[in-house]
């Protein structure tokens, strides 16, 4: 069952991380002409549409991880990392968790500023939350991942 959470968390987060970083690209390198390019394809993106799927992915993400994943986490693996003294990689999982709560509690305030129509007034503040979400994103992703080689899944 726990493999299963994890796949599920996986393909929520890479979903997720896709949708935050389209955003914050389209935001912060906006196209100025014509898309020919992969690049200029991936720049040239309708930020707003991302917008509540991000939302949606992020809540659903940190529900499975959170919720159904942290108390194995928390019997089976973190025990294990303690006795180890692997205490690095136990502080960035803690800010892992600290990130995650930031942004679910950021998400009412993204949704404000995104939902349309789009204030222009509002750009930098739309641009500043989007940047804040990707960095958690990321950095919630490349903690996982660590985490979970350090450990070794299923063992």
């Known amino acids: 069952m726990i493999t299963t ?14 949708a935050i970083t389209h955003q914050a690209v389209s935001v912060w390198l906006p196209a100025r002409k014509p898309a020919g390019s992969f690049v200029g394809r991936f720049r040239s993106v309708a930020a ?14 940190a529900v499975v991880g959170g919720v159904l994943i942290y108390p194995e986490f928390r019997v ?24 995650t709560v930031i942004g679910l509690a950021s998400l009412p305030a993204y949704w404000n500023f995104w939902r349309p129509p789009l204030a222009d007034q509002h ?16 950095w919630n992703f490349l903690v996982g991942h660590v985490l979970n080689n350090i450990r070794g899944f299923g063992s």
């Open 123 to 138: 750009a930098r503040t739309r641009a500043m939350l989007t940047a804040m979400l990707a960095f958690i994103v990321w």
């Open 48 to 61: 707003p549409s991302y917008a509540n799927a991000i939302i949606v992915l992020y809540v659903c993400t």
């Open 5 to 18: 959470l994890l796949i599920i968390h996986a393909l929520l987060a890479v979903a997720l991380l896709g």
């Open 76 to 99: 089976s693996v973190r025990p294990v990392l303690e006795q180890l003294g692997l205490w690095a990689p136990l502080g960035v999982f803690d800010l892992k968790e600290h990130f």
